[in-house]
């Protein structure tokens, strides 16, 4: 993969969790945190897992080790959430605009947090991220539906359509 | 994208797509087809509307259009997880042949269709590769949040854990 073509897998990543953020508006503050028995337990510890990802992963680029995700407590709703993410998300977008293909190609070493240590290039832990934050927000979704809320089409596809149409506008 | 990357792309996407195959083996009849809320009513119609939808948009590679009946014919046949397994194997196998042949230009090509609800979509072929594999992660997660909540434990399906499982090294 190119750096445009991570620069614009990113920007879709940002695109699609604004949108499930919005969505997430309608719910209550007791649905937000509600133990709906999904791989995290509620909306709310799901988003932070999409952000704690990032942040984890950012920081491992770099060249930091991280020990721990942070804290879902120090959510305790959206605004707070949306607060912490806004500046993960700058920091990310503002990494990926800098990357050059020798760094993408670039092979790193990185611990886990529990499995002990790995080794990968950049582009495939860059892919590993959009695809962990998609899988996750598929599962915001169907937390959402059950609440009785709408969610809101995060397909890549649809992307593509709305940037064509503002380049074209 | 090259060539290669969009070939490790789908080797992803098959061991991730046969790693929820499993994860469904689990469940009896009735939970695989019990309704639930999701994007779709149940862990088969959510298997269903993956299959589906790599199934469709591969058409569209082929410069097939297939029409809303076409889709659900296709889709009709998956009564159970052994004919999802296999329309899937099925599928896997083709497109295997065309990921295998595809070159840089190729990567490049502009593919035009009419959609199904009427829209003039235009895409780089590349673009629509990383399409699917991403809508297909995004209803796994939806597959296993289904899979949780009716007591079935579920492997992970992350993007480096199939490489991890690729060099045998131990999983958490």
């Keep these: 993969m190119t750096p445009e073509e991570f620069r614009v897998l990113y920007e879709y990543d940002a695109w699609a969790n604004h949108r499930l953020l919005d969505a997430a508006k309608a719910l209550t503050q007791e649905q937000f945190t509600r133990d709906m028995g999904s791989s995290f337990p509620s909306v709310r510890d799901t988003l932070a897992h999409i952000m704690g990802g990032q942040w984890i992963w950012l920081e491992r680029w770099q060249g930091r080790t991280p020990t721990k995700l942070p804290a879902v407590e120090d959510f305790p709703d959206l605004p707070s959430l949306r607060k912490r993410w806004a500046e993960i998300e700058a920091d990310l977008l503002t990494f990926v605009r800098g990357l050059t293909a020798e760094r993408i190609a670039a092979v790193s070493e990185y611990k886990t947090l529990t499995a002990g240590t790995f080794q990968s290039s950049l582009g495939q832990m860059l892919q590993h991220l959009v695809n962990h934050g998609t899988y996750h927000r598929g599962q915001v979704t169907t937390l959402l539906r059950q609440l009785g809320a709408k969610s809101a089409s995060t397909d890549l596809s649809l992307f593509y359509r709305e940037r064509a149409a503002a380049a074209a506008r | ?109 502009v593919i035009e269709y009419r959609s199904r609800r009427g829209n003039q979509c235009v895409y780089l072929l590349r673009r629509m590769l990383q399409h699917v594999v991403n809508h297909s992660t995004y209803h796994r997660g939806q597959l296993i949040t289904l899979l949780r909540q009716l007591g079935a434990t579920p492997r992970a399906t992350d993007y480096l854990r199939y490489f991890d499982w690729l060099a045998g090294q131990p999983e958490d």
């Design chain 2, 1 to 109: 994208m090259t060539p290669e990357e969009i070939l490790e792309l789908y080797d992803f996407n098959a061991w991730a797509n046969q790693r929820v195959f499993d994860a469904c083996a689990a469940l009896t009849p009735e939970q695989f087809t019990r309704p639930i809320v999701s994007s779709f009513p149940s862990v088969r119609d959510t298997l269903v509307h993956i299959v589906s939808g790599e199934w469709i948009w591969f058409q569209l590679w082929l410069g097939r259009a297939p029409s809303l009946a076409g889709l659900q014919t296709y889709s009709d046949e998956f009564t159970d997880l052994a004919s999802v397994r296999a329309g899937w194997a099925e599928l896997e196998k083709e497109r295997r042949r065309f990921l295998d042949a595809l070159t840089p230009a190729d990567l490049e090509r």
